[in-house]
């Protein structure tokens, strides 16, 4: 299995608080990407990197702001957080061989109130 | 506009039994990628098709990539309770090129298999 860990894994905050969530490979891809999964909407992009300090918006990236110093870590930042973004979020890694196969993290569970 | 459909949203069935789940897709995609994610993990990839009419077996689940690369099924033969989970598919987006890095990924199809 690809070296992807996500932290917090689970989180409670509430309505305003500024919330990150971070995702750290060890794979040394060069490519890493943060998803929501909501109910009746599947996983959507929300930012991805291709590479240090290279970031793009994804379909849903209101709201959202990312940072990756370094190879390993990629950081998703909701600077105010909004019950709408009461989600699972997954972080997910790339070599882009073949179809751009992306390998993803075990999700964090965050719930604003 | 959701570039990938995947049908059926939800199937329920006794194991032992076959089934089949398709994605489709009005557009040509050049890869397809399949993923099953189990309840509170991630997607796992389970196979990649590039050629279109390319047929791909991982031990009971037989992957077929449609001839004009619009459309792709996964089928199960003698499903286990063990294939539970949600069955995604993905791919890059048409018209993407070599440049992009994205993937599009379609809703799922949710399949829980009883004992």
């Known amino acids: 299995d690809a070296g992807i860990t996500q932290s917090p894994r689970h989180k409670v905050t509430e309505t305003g608080t500024p919330v990150t969530l971070r995702c750290h490979q060890t794979e040394n891809h060069r490519y890493m990407y943060w998803y929501r999964q909501d109910p009746g909407h599947g996983l959507r992009l929300i930012h991805y990197s291709y590479g240090v300090k290279d970031t793009d918006k994804g379909e849903v990236s209101d709201g959202y702001s990312v940072s990756r110093s370094k190879t390993e870590d990629f950081l998703l930042t909701l600077e105010s957080a909004t019950s709408s973004q009461t989600s699972v979020y997954f972080c997910a890694i790339s070599d882009r061989t073949g179809g751009n196969e992306q390998f993803f993290g075990p999700g964090t569970r965050l719930t604003v109130l | 506009t959701q570039l990938l459909e995947q049908s059926p949203q939800f199937l329920s069935i006794q194991e032992g039994e076959n089934l089949t789940v398709y994605c489709n897709s009005s557009?040509?995609?050049?890869?397809l990628q399949w993923y099953r994610q189990e309840p509170g993990e991630g997607p796992v990839l389970l196979v990649t098709?590039?050629?279109?009419?390319e047929v791909k077996k991982l031990k009971r689940l037989t992957f077929q990539f449609g001839d004009a690369r619009k459309d792709s099924s996964l089928h199960i033969t003698a499903a286990q309770p063990g294939d539970t989970g949600l069955y995604l598919c993905?791919?890059?987006?048409?018209?993407?090129?070599?440049?992009?890095?994205?993937?599009?990924f379609g809703k799922g199809t949710l399949l829980t298999v009883n004992p």
């Open positions: 098709v590039v050629t279109g009419g």
């Open positions: 993905a791919g890059p987006p048409p018209g993407s090129g070599g440049s992009n890095y994205k993937l599009t």
């Open positions: 557009s040509v995609f050049s890869s």
